[in-house]
């Protein structure tokens, strides 16, 4: 059995991991919180620039509207972007997105190795990719930690412009989707291009003019949705980062309480061991006087 001072050691190391991981809980549901308002402050703005369009393409006749960004094609290049976090700590949230990467490569296993691009953004996901021998076409993990709209637009333009050049014929999309603090979805989407738009029923009517023609228009409006897509999973992929590290830090603070509990139970017992031999010696010397 482990002496007492080993115990008192434990007790110290486990209480000062404990306050540790409380503390990070915090800070990470303050992140969480801050992260959720701006999700909350940008999606509506997103929807309601996608409802106009949805509503635009519905008021036309399909056969006149010609999406660029939509075009289909036979896959000869691919261009994947993984969005992971710059630290761990935050349970599966990392090796979820491994997985994704991996699964995807599969997927794409037929294609030569110079046309299939990753892209990582974030820390984790770059070393996973430098890990298993691979090359990254860049590196930026400021967009995972720090999403701004601008570092987005700046990061995805020259893949959209690939994509319309012919360069790229996929975009593929792998990300966490944040459903909670406790549930986050590992999520690979079609970035580009674009699926099927589908024209929501409705009994109103709209009547729209364009200039300089249709064309023009849908192919200026359909690349600012798109763009404002890649920020939106860059910002979902953050929330759902906090929202998984809040929960591991929790679990490892309810375990770590379990833990000092129970070692805390080992020396009560280990002490009224010692306390009980020292009686035991005590009475026994004593009576050893008496005979």
């Known amino acids: 059995m482990a002496s007492l001072k080993e115990i008192r050691a434990r007790i110290a190391s486990v ?4 306050k540790m991981t409380s503390a990070m809980k915090m800070v990470s549901a303050a992140k969480l919180h801050k992260s959720e308002e701006a999700t909350l402050k940008f999606v509506p703005y997103k929807n309601k620039l ?24 036979e896959v000869k290049r691919v261009a ?4 992971s976090s710059c630290t761990g700590l935050c349970g599966t949230f990392n090796s979820n997105i491994n997985k994704l990467l991996e699964n995807t490569l599969k997927e794409y296993s037929n ?3 110079k046309d299939v691009l990753i892209y990582p953004i974030g820390k984790k996901i770059s070393d996973y990719v430098k890990k ?8 930026i993990d400021e967009l995972s930690a720090k999403p701004s ?11 959209v412009d690939k994509f319309l050049n012919k360069e790229i014929d996929k975009i593929i999309l792998l ?56 920020y939106a999973a860059l910002i979902d992929s953050n929330t759902a980062e906090h929202g998984a590290r809040t929960t591991a830090m929790q679990i490892a603070s309810d375990n770590a309480n379990n833990m000092l509990e129970a070692i805390t139970q080992q020396y ?24």
Not at 149 to 159: K, M, Q, R, T, V
Not at 269 to 277: D, F, H, K, L, S
């Open 111 to 113: 294609l030569p190795e």
């Open 149 to 159: 709209y601008d570092g987005a637009i700046e990061f995805i333009s020259p893949l």
């Open 132 to 139: 298993t021998n691979r090359i990254a076409q860049c590196s």
């Open 268 to 291: 009560n017992r280990a002490r009224q061991e010692v306390i009980t031999n020292e009686l035991l010696d005590i009475v026994g010397g004593a009576e050893a006087l008496r005979s």
């Open 15 to 18: 209480s000062s991991t404990q």
């Open 175 to 230: 990300y966490n989707h944040h459903k909670n603090a406790g549930v986050q979805i590992p999520t690979t989407e079609t970035y580009l291009p674009l699926d099927t738009i589908e024209t929501k029923s409705s009994n109103k009517s709209y009547l729209y003019f364009t200039e300089p023609d249709i064309d023009t228009f849908i192919n200026s409006l359909v690349p600012m949705v798109v763009r404002m897509r890649f």
């Open 80 to 83: 994947i972007i993984c969005i």
């Open 50 to 73: 996608s409802d106009m369009l949805t509503q635009y393409l519905s008021s036309v006749d399909p056969e006149k509207v010609n999406i660029t960004l939509a075009e289909k094609r």
